[in-house]
């Protein structure tokens, strides 16, 4: 079975430096990662996948991930944040064998201070 | 282009009740998919639908949840009767059949008292 996991509840950043949130990964086979960001109230939206291809994956509103097969790892990065990135992230990982079932992490709640 | 469409957008029912969710996915959008997410979590699968069939409803509570997709198009989650730890938000989401993407509508969040 698959499984994500976000290490971290909350990250608390001041707004202009770089924001970190860590995700692992445990799959049998080829990992499909995503991560998702939900604003209160509001549904997921999507930020960036990684299929294949370059480890260093961009994506939308600025942020970037890594993928590291070595370390089943799959961490979203900001260089420089700002305070309307505070929201709620998930990182998922999709099951091809599961009708592309997403199965999500925990959920890491990031605060962008002024 | 329209998002995926899910209504209401709140609910507060008292428990015993029964309630309805309804989602209307983006055009061309075979697969459909529910999920629910409680509070602090992260969303888990509820049903998935491809077209009107219902292939992989292993994580539904049978007992008391129901789905159904008429025509392949809308779909409508139902709980009856309802209880107190069936407050949560229920997602609905379709997968673009180019790449694979899901969309995730905006939810419903059901209030159980």
């Known amino acids: 079975a698959q499984s994500v996991a976000q290490p971290e509840d909350q990250v608390n950043v001041a707004e202009g430096n770089p924001l970190t949130v860590k995700c692992t990964y445990s799959?049998?086979?080829?990992?499909?990662l995503f991560w998702y960001v939900q604003y209160p109230n509001r549904g997921l939206q999507f930020l960036l996948k990684y299929i294949t291809g370059d480890n260093l994956v961009k994506g939308s509103y600025g942020f970037e991930a890594e993928f590291n097969k070595s370390q089943t790892s799959f961490h979203l990065k900001k260089p420089s944040a700002l305070v309307s990135d505070s929201a709620l992230y998930f990182c998922a990982v999709r099951d091809p064998a599961a009708g592309n079932k997403l199965t999500f992490g925990g959920g890491t709640r990031v605060l962008v201070k002024p | 282009e329209a998002g995926v469409v899910q209504s209401p957008r709140y609910k507060i029912i008292e428990k015993k009740q029964p309630v309805a969710f309804w989602c209307n996915p983006i055009s061309g959008h075979n697969t459909l998919y529910w999920y629910r997410q409680n509070l602090g979590q992260g969303p888990e699968l509820l049903i998935r639908?491809?077209?009107?069939?219902?292939?992989?409803d292993s994580q539904l509570p049978k007992d008391r949840f129901s789905a159904e997709r008429l025509k392949g198009v809308d779909s409508t989650l139902k709980i009856q009767p309802a209880e107190l730890g069936d407050s949560a938000v229920y997602l609905c989401?379709?997968?673009?059949?180019?790449?694979?993407?899901?969309?995730f509508g905006p939810g419903t969040r059901l209030t159980v008292t």
């Open positions: 799959v049998s086979g080829n990992p499909y």
């Open positions: 639908y491809e077209n009107e069939e219902a292939v992989d």
């Open positions: 989401a379709t997968t673009d059949p180019l790449d694979y993407e899901q969309y």
